[in-house]
């Protein structure tokens, strides 16, 4: 299978994952809201297929849910959707840019989570601004922080050992693929 083909593939699970994970927590919105549980299948695309990918699912993932679902409203996914395309891309362009190291990957992880959250937040003052209320910096930081710690602590222990894990698996599209025919030690006999 190519790698565009793989890449399309892991993006359609993602994007699967991003549908099906907040049923888990659907029946108590305030957790949900805490553990955001679309922002792990963005991220995850972003390393895994790269920013392309990444940005598309990110932001195609909380629309289509609110077409399907009814769920969450048009504002909050709109605001959703630019918020988990931009997790998307920065952990997929960090991840390409910085060397392949545990620690950088903890670097784009972090990264992706704050662009995100500012991008989160931009769109909702416009959303609330022409709604004609107010979107001050409290209120950010109540959606975008202090609310969700346990989904940021979530992001940062799980995404990092995903990735690891398929990287160590072979499962990475752009990684390096692995060969299969025998080594010249092997091959003459000098095993």
């Given at each position: 299978m190519s790698v565009s083909a793989k890449k399309m593939v892991y993006a359609s699970l993602f994007l699967a994952l991003a549908l099906f994970l907040p049923f888990l927590t659907g029946q108590i919105p305030e957790i949900g809201?805490?553990?955001?549980?679309?922002?792990?299948?963005?991220?995850l695309c972003g390393f895994v297929c790269g920013w392309p990918w990444g940005l598309a699912m990110g932001f195609m993932a909380p629309l289509f849910r609110t077409l399907c679902f009814g769920m969450p409203p048009f504002a909050t996914a709109l605001a959703m959707a630019f918020e988990l395309a931009a997790y998307g891309a920065f952990s997929?362009?960090?991840?390409?840019?910085?060397p392949k190291k545990v620690g950088y990957l903890y670097v784009s992880l972090i990264g992706a989570m704050i662009g995100g959250r500012l991008v989160w937040g931009a769109v909702q003052a416009v959303i609330t601004g022409v709604a004609g209320t107010a979107f001050g910096l409290q209120a950010f930081w109540m959606g975008a922080v202090a609310n969700a710690i346990p989904g940021i602590i979530c992001q940062i222990v799980l995404v990092p050992l995903l990735v690891l894990a398929l990287g160590k698996a072979g499962l990475l599209p752009d990684a390096p693929v692995r060969s299969r025919t025998a080594s010249p030690d092997t091959a003459q006999g000098r095993a």
């Open positions: 809201s805490m553990l955001s549980p679309m922002h792990l299948p963005a991220l997929g362009l960090l991840y390409r840019l910085l």
